[in-house]
């Protein structure tokens, strides 16, 4: 089965800094690739998330890199601010009817710095 | 909308004892699953459900049992509760697959602690 490695497991930075988080992936066939990001107490959000046919997604102040050869992707945060402090999670999961069975990475604790 | 609503928020259970954790939404979506997060692990894909009387197993199925009677409703039983079940389970939804504004996100509920001694 699909394995996820996420690292690193905590981030510390001052506010205006960016953020980078990477992650790797084991199976060839996995094509949709999500960030999800999990406040104190609550559920995980999706904040975006990139489909094997695109290299490049950015919304905002958040970008996700994907280089499918060396099966890795990564989530960028620019211009941090202390309510992007959470945990974050990235997952792989194959397409079509399989997009919601999601193996995730073991999550990365981002703390920002006022 | 609720979106997806979980109960129990916490809950302590016994050695065998059984229980189940309820889960509803209200956005009419087909996509329903159950995931466990352990302390400092990412989420875990239990049982999913693809619409109503369609259920199949996930990554960690051992131990569960699901049932999708109706569309809104997918409740995760939990038979001879073992510590191993110690965790915080998320119900999750999403819309039918193949329609043109579908973006695959999951939208999950709050969580339901659960703790076996």
């Known amino acids: 089965g699909e394995n996820v490695e996420q690292h690193p497991s905590t981030l510390s930075v001052q506010e205006g800094d960016s953020a980078v988080i990477k992650c790797t992936y084991s199976d060839s066939a996995s094509n949709y690739f999500p960030w999800y990001k999990q406040e104190l107490g609550k559920g995980p959000q999706l904040i975006i998330d990139i489909r094997s046919n695109v290299g490049e997604k950015k919304d905002q102040r958040i970008a996700v890199t994907l280089n499918k050869t060396a099966k890795h992707f990564s989530l960028h945060i620019t211009e941090t601010q202390p309510e992007d402090s959470a945990v974050y999670f990235c997952a792989a999961s194959g397409g079509g009817t399989s997009y919601g069975k999601l193996t995730f990475g073991q999550g990365t604790i981002l703390t920002v710095h006022p | 909308n609720a979106g997806v609503t979980q109960t129990p928020k916490f809950r302590i259970l016994k050695i065998g004892q059984s229980m189940t954790l309820q889960c509803t939404q209200d956005m009419n979506h087909n996509y329903m699953y159950w995931y466990r997060q352990d302390p400092g692990m990412g989420l875990k894909l239990i049982y999913y459900?693809?619409?109503?009387?369609?259920?199949d197993k996930g990554e960690v199925p051992n131990g569960y049992n699901v049932s999708r009677s109706t569309t809104e409703d997918f409740p995760l039983r939990l038979e001879l509760a073992a510590p191993s079940q110690t965790s915080v389970y998320f119900c999750?939804?999403?819309?039918?697959?193949?329609?043109?504004?579908?973006?695959?996100?999951?939208?999950f509920g709050e969580g339901s602690r659960l703790t076996v001694l």
């Open positions: 999750a939804s999403s819309y039918l697959l193949g329609r043109t504004d579908d973006t695959g996100e999951l939208f």
């Open positions: 459900s693809v619409g109503a009387g369609i259920t």
